[in-house]
T-cell receptor
Framework: KNEVEQSPQNLTAQEGEFITINCSYSVGISALHWLQQHPGGGIVSLFMLSSGKKKHGRLIATINIQEKHSSLHITASHPRDSAVYICAARLIQGAQKLVFGQGTRLTINP | DTGVSQDPRHKITKRGQNVTFRCDPISEHNRLYWYRQTLGQGPEFLTYFQNEAQLEKSRLLSDRFSAERPKGSFSTLEIQRTEQGDSAMYLC??????????FGPGTRLTVT
């Protein structure tokens, strides 16, 4: 079992729909990152959170430390939101390296 | 541009050749990470530098791989005697302590 699990692996929706991507982790973390990766490979950090909820535009990220679970929500989805969304757990120990989920490929159709 | 930069962006090489990638982190960041991402998977940790010291290496980093950060600024990742299984995207990230990591655009390696 991977230390960071995401679901679903693939998600296709129509423009305007409310999107939820889930992330569960089994390791001790100092923070949980949500990242966006477009074709071509570049990774952009969307959120880093260690408790509660953060909002940026149409994106909302929540984390429940007790349940070791985080969600990324997209409201009023748009085709330009199509990308791979990756959650990554920043470990408490040592290098504080990131342990990544396998990613969720999101496709928003017009 | 003050982000993380990587060079080259793409590299095609024949099996058995050596390749070297470069990462220039954000200038005030003392932490530098290398990750590898194969097709359809999330990135995996390779190695970590704090200033010029390489403090952690993954089991994924075989003896054909070596990384350096000689002056605590840019870093290089060298792969000797490349194999087809080395084909991947190599990502560099930098950060300050307890801050988020900023990623470079990656170097896509194809070994033929």
């Amino acid at each position: 079992k991977n230390e960071v699990e995401q679901s679903p692996q693939n998600l296709t929706a129509q423009e305007g729909e409310f999107i939820t991507i889930n992330c569960s982790y089994s390791v001790g973390i100092s923070a949980l990152h949500w990242l966006q990766q477009h074709p071509g490979g570049g990774i952009v950090s969307l959120f880093m959170l260690s408790s509660g909820k953060k909002k940026h535009g149409r994106l909302i990220a929540t984390i429940n430390i007790q349940e070791k679970h985080s969600s990324l929500h997209i409201t009023a989805s748009h085709p330009r939101d199509s990308a791979v969304y990756i959650c990554a757990a920043r470990l408490i120990q040592g290098a504080q390296k990131l342990v990544f989920g396998q990613g969720t490929r999101l496709t928003i159709n017009p | 541009d003050t982000g993380v930069s990587q060079d080259p962006r793409h590299k095609i090489t024949k099996r058995g050749q050596n390749v070297t990638f470069r990462c220039d982190p954000i200038s005030e960041h003392n932490r530098l990470y290398w990750y590898r991402q194969t097709l359809g998977q999330g990135p995996e940790f390779l190695t970590y530098f704090q200033n010029e010291a390489q403090l952690e290496k993954s089991r994924l980093l075989s003896d054909r791989f070596s990384a350096e950060r000689p002056k605590g600024s840019f870093s290089t990742l060298e792969i000797q005697r490349t194999e087809q299984g080395d084909s991947a995207m190599y990502l560099c990230a930098s950060s300050s302590p307890r801050e988020e990591q900023y990623f470079g655009p990656g170097t896509r390696l194809t070994v033929t």
